[in-house]
């Protein structure tokens, strides 16, 4: 079972980027997929979670700008982050929660960095 999150960089303020959560070893279709993201000297920042019907939930703070949809074709899960902000740099993770409850995750992905600065 592995995750692997994707799709980081250096990008300026207020542009965009796509992240993307992807599986090997088994299929993400019958569960629930969470976003998070950990700056250097923060707590983990729950950002969102998407279950295997497609309802999404968002932490209050994230609403907005942060977008989650999966597409089970392609066994992946997608963030995407508009107008990003200086305080938005920090490394993205997704996790996997087998209850599809949006609960406990039990496996972790690799995450990505993102940098957004000028």
């Known amino acids: 079972v592995q995750l692997q999150a994707s799709g980081g960089g250096l990008v300026q303020p207020g542009g965009s980027l796509r992240l993307s959560c992807a599986a090997s070893g088994f299929t993400l279709d019958d569960y629930a997929i969470g976003w998070f993201r950990q700056a250097p000297g923060r707590v983990r920042e729950g950002i969102s979670c998407?279950?295997?019907?497609?309802?999404?939930y968002y932490t209050v703070s994230m609403k907005g700008r942060f977008t989650t949809s999966r597409d089970n074709a392609k066994n992946t899960v997608y963030l995407q982050i508009d107008s990003l902000k200086p305080d938005d740099t920090a490394v993205y993770l997704c996790?996997?929660?087998?209850?599809?409850?949006?609960?406990?995750?039990?496996?972790w992905g690799q995450g990505t960095q993102v940098t957004v600065s000028s």
């Open positions: 998407i279950k295997s019907d497609g309802r999404t």
């Open positions: 996790a996997v929660d087998i209850a599809d409850s949006c609960i406990e995750y039990k496996y």
